[in-house]
């Protein structure tokens, strides 16, 4: 089993900066893929951003250049750093982790966190 949590969510200006955290319950050795997801109200879950054991990153076309993700292997954390907030960011933001062992693929999600862009 995994456990993921995440914070930094919050109420944020248009143009300003949040980093979200999510912490991981287990070493990263066994993960093979983490990322972002986000889901605003009414709409479908989207991706914002995946980062795979080999390093290589994913983007969602809307948050290039503005969203960046990174791992912290000794802290087991992961980050989303966000900036040039803009209104349609608002979302609550969940972290996700994908394990494969011979012959199964488990996926585990945190519990979202609120991020609200507006003046």
């Known amino acids: 089993q995994v456990q993921l949590v995440e914070s930094g969510g919050g109420v944020v200006q248009p143009g300003g900066s949040l980093r979200l955290s999510c912490g991981v319950s287990r070493s990263s050795e066994s993960i093979n893929a983490m990322g972002w997801y986000r889901q605003a109200p009414g709409k479908q879950r989207e991706l914002v951003a995946g980062?795979?054991?080999?390093?290589?990153?994913t983007y969602a076309d809307s948050v290039k250049g503005r969203f960046t993700i990174s791992r912290d292997n000794n802290k087991n954390t992961m980050y989303l750093q966000m900036n040039s907030l803009k209104p349609e960011d608002t979302a609550v933001y969940y972290c996700y982790a994908e394990i494969k062992v011979p012959g199964a693929t488990f996926l585990y999600w945190g519990q979202g966190t609120p991020v609200i862009v507006s003046s």
């Open positions: 980062l795979i054991t080999s390093g290589r990153t």
